[in-house]
């Protein structure tokens, strides 16, 4: 007979100076039942999937039970939130495990999420509701699937407790993974105790766990900034290109490793509209759609500032020489951001190359579809469908969105431009699948199953929603209901975090 075997923990963070955490175990909850197990991920990162999902795995996951070599810490960080500086941030309701090198090399961080109070906690609980972990769990996965760099989902539990909020909720515990959970608000932190020693330091572990090649630089902190800017710019155009709305962009969730951070009022927009916001506390639309890339760089701005007393390394180094070096790092980002949209652009569209005029071609086609309040989801997927009609006949979203009469002048030149484009309509069709998925976490289904595991205790929506976003590429008519907008009666205007 075999026993599920616990893993092996290597916890760098851990051993760094201790002004970065503080120890900090998970607090027991009363009854932890599990919600779900991500058994492929586990097996990914070299995690005995039979653990998991044992009485161990699952008390492990609701922090009843800390495996041999893993470490419990609290991180801390600082952050803009909502453009206001809050000098003293860290994980109030969540600790990191430790961290597991998993079988493709790579390091990741084993988080729980609402795991009790830290020395951050402020005045909160700690604790974090059912909901919120069910919608980390769908959005982070549904990311994942989408190609999208992003935290994952190991798993969740409830807790057995309720939490408390403008009601009684069911209680739950995520266990979330990153390749790091280091934020744009943990150099903050130290940046704004002008402590150049911890600023050096902590880039230096950046450096070795996620920047290896910045490691090779005449001046790697600066190529650590500059390749930090490159993947935001990058992450920042694909959320665009599928409708994301993050929702809090504030410096303390954004990982400098560029993975996507804190599902909290965040969603997927469904007719398009730049002006779209979701969270309950954006008053004034700061993290609208439209915002994402200004957001992001000015984000990345505050990076940059934090990091200056240590970004010039020459011996002539001055602070003029340091804003130089910061200067050009962030000045590239506009660029940064619309090479790699304009790659994705070029995708959707069905080009093979992204030429001057598709520019106006794109734009055409966006104030159209704001203009018909048009899906923005189902529209491109439609067009990859037009690419090639024939190919899709059994299983096609004609139902579901079909081009009104004001698309029709546009269709007309993009069928023109298709003409002078080298691909076989085969070849463009494929292409344009992967770039326009037909399943999104759409909001109205992420609060149907919300509902019905807070209100019925039922995980099945929740399971099958989970299932479905997997292979968002894929559509067959048995799933049209993922696929469909939200009647008027669902539509879902705001999100909120939960906390
Ligand atoms: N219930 C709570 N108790 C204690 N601290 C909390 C609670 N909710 C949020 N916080 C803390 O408030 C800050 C901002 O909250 P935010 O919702 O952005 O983060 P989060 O979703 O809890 O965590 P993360 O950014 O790691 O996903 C974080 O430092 C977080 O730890």
Same mark, same amino acid.
Request: aromatic share 10%; net charge negative.
């Given at each position: 007979?075999?026993?599920?075997?616990?893993?092996?923990?290597?916890?760098?963070?851990?051993?760094?100076?201790?002004?970065?955490?503080?120890?900090?175990?998970?607090?027991?909850?009363?009854?932890?039942?599990?919600?779900?197990?991500?058994?492929?991920?586990?097996?990914?990162?070299?995690?005995?999937?039979?653990?998991?999902?044992?009485?161990?795995?699952?008390?492990?996951?609701?922090?009843?039970?800390?495996?041999?070599?893993?470490?419990?810490?609290?991180?801390?960080?600082?952050?803009?939130?909502?453009? !206001?500086?809050? /000098?003293?941030?860290?994980?109030? =309701?969540?600790?990191? &495990?430790? *961290?597991?090198? #998993?079988?493709?090399? @790579?390091?990741?961080?084993?988080?729980?999420?609402?795991?009790?109070?830290?020395?951050?906690?402020?005045?909160?609980? !700690?604790?974090? /509701?059912?909901?919120?972990?069910? =919608?980390?769990?769908? &959005?982070? *996965?549904?990311? #994942?699937?989408?190609? @999208?760099?992003?935290?994952?989902?190991?798993?969740?539990?409830?807790?057995?407790?309720?939490?408390?909020?403008?009601?009684?909720?069911?209680?739950?515990?995520?266990?979330?993974?990153?390749?790091?959970?280091?934020?744009?608000?943990?150099?903050?932190?130290?940046?704004?105790?002008?402590?150049?020693?911890?600023?050096?330091?902590?880039?230096?572990?950046?450096?070795?766990?996620?920047?290896?090649?910045?490691?090779?630089?005449?001046?790697?902190?600066?190529?650590?900034?500059?390749?930090?800017?490159?993947?935001?710019?990058?992450?920042?155009?694909?959320?665009?290109?599928?409708?994301?709305?993050?929702?809090?962009?504030?410096?303390?969730?954004?990982?400098?490793?560029?993975?996507?951070?804190?599902?909290?009022?965040?969603?997927?927009?469904?007719?398009?509209?730049?002006?779209?916001?979701?969270?309950?506390?954006?008053?004034?639309?700061?993290?609208?759609?439209?915002?994402?890339?200004?957001?992001?760089?000015?984000?990345?701005?505050?990076?940059?500032?934090?990091?200056?007393?240590?970004?010039?390394?020459?011996?002539?180094?001055?602070?003029?020489?340091?804003?130089?070096?910061?200067?050009?790092?962030?000045?590239?980002?506009?660029?940064?951001?619309?090479?790699?949209?304009?790659?994705?652009?070029?995708?959707?569209?069905?080009?093979?190359?992204?030429?001057?005029?598709?520019?106006?071609?794109?734009?055409?086609?966006?104030?159209?579809?704001?203009?018909?309040?048009?899906?923005?989801?189902?529209?491109?997927?439609?067009?990859?469908?037009?690419?090639?009609?024939?190919?899709?006949?059994?299983?096609?979203?004609?139902?579901?969105?079909?081009?009104?009469?004001?698309?029709?002048?546009?269709?007309?030149?993009?069928?023109?431009?298709?003409?002078?484009?080298?691909?076989?309509?085969?070849?463009?069709?494929?292409?344009?699948?992967?770039?326009?998925?037909?399943?999104?976490?759409?909001?109205?289904?992420?609060?149907?199953?919300?509902?019905?595991?807070?209100?019925?205790?039922?995980?099945?929506?929740?399971?099958?929603?989970?299932?479905?976003?997997?292979?968002?590429?894929?559509?067959?008519?048995?799933?049209?209901?993922?696929?469909?907008?939200?009647?008027?009666?669902?539509?879902?205007?705001?999100?909120?975090?939960?906390?």
């Amino acid at each position: 007979m075999t026993f599920a075997k616990s893993p092996t923990f290597d916890n760098s963070y851990a051993r760094q100076s201790t002004q970065f955490f503080s120890p900090q175990a998970p607090t027991p909850v009363p009854t932890p039942n599990l919600i779900r197990a991500n058994t492929a991920l586990a097996e990914e990162l070299g995690i005995d999937p039979q653990w998991l999902i044992s009485p161990q795995g699952i008390a492990t996951m609701a922090g009843n039970h800390i495996p041999d070599g893993a470490e419990p810490i609290a991180t801390v960080y600082a952050g803009h939130q909502f453009g !206001g500086w809050n /000098p003293q941030l860290g994980d109030g =309701r969540a600790v990191l &495990l430790g *961290e597991l090198i #998993a079988k493709n090399g @790579i390091r990741y961080d084993w988080q729980l999420k609402g795991s009790g109070r830290t020395p951050y906690s402020r005045g909160g609980d !700690g604790k974090s /509701p059912l909901g919120p972990v069910l =919608r980390e769990y769908i &959005l982070c *996965e549904a990311m #994942a699937a989408l190609d @999208i760099p992003t935290t994952r989902a190991l798993g969740a539990v409830t807790s057995g407790e309720l939490v408390f909020r403008d009601q009684a909720l069911p209680g739950a515990v995520f266990s979330r993974v990153a390749q790091s959970h280091i934020r744009v608000g943990t150099m903050q932190y130290f940046a704004a105790r002008q402590d150049n020693e911890a600023l050096l330091n902590l880039s230096n572990y950046l450096i070795d766990r996620h920047f290896s090649t910045a490691k090779q630089a005449n001046n790697p902190i600066a190529a650590m900034l500059d390749e930090i800017i490159q993947r935001q710019a990058t992450l920042i155009a694909q959320w665009q290109s599928v409708g994301f709305i993050h929702g809090v962009m504030n410096t303390d969730n954004m990982l400098l490793c560029g993975e996507t951070v804190d599902y909290g009022p965040c969603a997927f927009m469904d007719s398009y509209d730049p002006a779209t916001v979701f969270s309950s506390i954006d008053q004034n639309g700061r993290y609208a759609y439209g915002n994402q890339p200004a957001i992001g760089h000015w984000n990345l701005a505050q990076l940059a500032q934090a990091l200056l007393p240590i970004l010039d390394n020459s011996p002539d180094a001055s602070e003029e020489s340091a804003v130089a070096i910061a200067q050009e790092a962030l000045n590239s980002f506009p660029e940064r951001f619309l090479i790699a949209y304009q790659d994705i652009i070029k995708n959707k569209l069905g080009f093979a190359e992204f030429t001057e005029p598709d520019d106006a071609l794109y734009q055409d086609l966006l104030s159209i579809m704001e203009q018909e309040k048009a899906d923005f989801t189902l529209c491109f997927r439609r067009l990859a469908e037009l690419s090639d009609e024939a190919s899709c006949i059994n299983n096609s979203v004609r139902e579901l969105f079909e081009f009104s009469d004001a698309f029709t002048p546009w269709l007309q030149q993009w069928r023109q431009r298709l003409i002078e484009d080298e691909q076989t309509p085969a070849q463009r069709q494929a292409i344009m699948f992967k770039a326009n998925p037909v399943f999104i976490p759409r909001n109205h289904l992420v609060q149907e199953a919300i509902a019905a595991a807070e209100q019925d205790n039922d995980l099945s929506f929740f399971n099958q929603l989970v299932d479905v976003l997997q292979t968002p590429h894929t559509f067959t008519q048995d799933k049209q209901r993922y696929a469909m907008p939200a009647a008027p009666s669902e539509r879902v205007f705001q999100t909120f975090c939960g906390t």
